[in-house]
């Protein structure tokens, strides 16, 4: 798929990724991953639309193949959890891209793709914590994680309905899905160790630690950028002279602060 896309590349240039932002990437997944992976969905959502296939349809079936990893982690079963949750996101990544070919795109479409997801981000770090339920200071790991993918996906929720403009960051919800999976994948590889003792896959906590405190970082990072935001418009609103005026002829009068009255000159 990278070489793929690396060739497509060379020969036409990077092709126009507008869902994607200016920087799809971050430090932790490099740019060119990201597009490469958006890219060659393109091809498959087409295929969907001339299938007569819906994007609601997607949707819906994704998540209910993430709720589906959820018993899969809680039993140990992680590879098994990763492959689910791998065809969840493909198809989370496929609805939108079908609702724009098809253009049957819609806001109503969008609200439930965005709920869905928070019950998407949800299920595989619930049934990691039951998996570690054993273990109080590991099953505190996943929890955290989970606040915090809310956080970020709901901190740019909050800044996209005051249209504020917020840079990608880090621990968006493509980045922190590749995270979890390579957690599930590679995690089983080293069941435990001795600095970890009897806790089963430290590989698996040790990324689900980066998720949590990363993710958290970037949540409130991006509420103070929000906040900082509104606080300068605000500012700036209450700067500018605001006037009445009253149908009987009368001139408004401003008075300190900016406010005016509408008593006669």
Do not use: N
Not at 164 to 169: A, E
Not at 182 to 200: D, E, I, K, Q, S
């Amino acid at each position: 798929m990278l070489g793929a896309y690396a060739v497509r590349v060379a020969r036409r240039g990077r092709p126009a990724m507008p869902r994607l932002g200016a920087s799809p990437g971050s430090a932790l997944l490099p740019r060119p991953v990201v597009e490469a992976f958006y890219w060659s969905f393109h091809a498959p959502a087409r295929a969907l639309v001339r299938l007569g296939v819906s994007p609601d349809a997607l949707t819906y079936l994704s998540l209910g193949l993430s709720l589906a990893c959820a018993p899969l982690l809680a039993a140990g079963r992680f590879r098994s959890g990763a492959a689910l949750l791998i065809a969840s996101a493909v198809l989370d990544a496929l609805d939108g891209m079908v609702a724009r070919e098809g253009g049957t795109a819609s806001r109503a479409g969008a609200v439930l793709d965005s709920c869905l997801d928070r019950l998407s981000d949800a299920a595989p770090l619930i049934g990691l914590a039951v998996f570690y339920r054993a273990h109080p200071a590991a099953l505190v790991i996943p929890l955290v994680a989970m606040v915090a993918s809310s956080l970020v996906s709901y901190a740019r929720a909050k800044a996209d309905a005051y249209q504020i403009s917020l840079p990608d960051g880090l621990m968006r919800r493509h980045e922190r899905v590749a995270y979890l999976v390579a957690a599930l994948v590679f995690g089983p590889a080293v069941p435990t160790t001795r600095l970890t003792g009897a806790l089963p896959f430290p590989i698996t906590i040790a990324c689900l630690a980066l998720v949590a405190g990363v993710g958290l970082a970037a949540g409130l990072r991006l509420v103070q950028r929000t906040r900082a935001a509104l606080a300068a418009a605000d500012a700036t609103a209450l700067r500018e002279p605001r006037t009445t005026a009253r149908s009987d002829g009368e001139h408004p009068r401003l008075l300190r602060g900016g406010k005016a009255t509408s008593a006669p000159l």
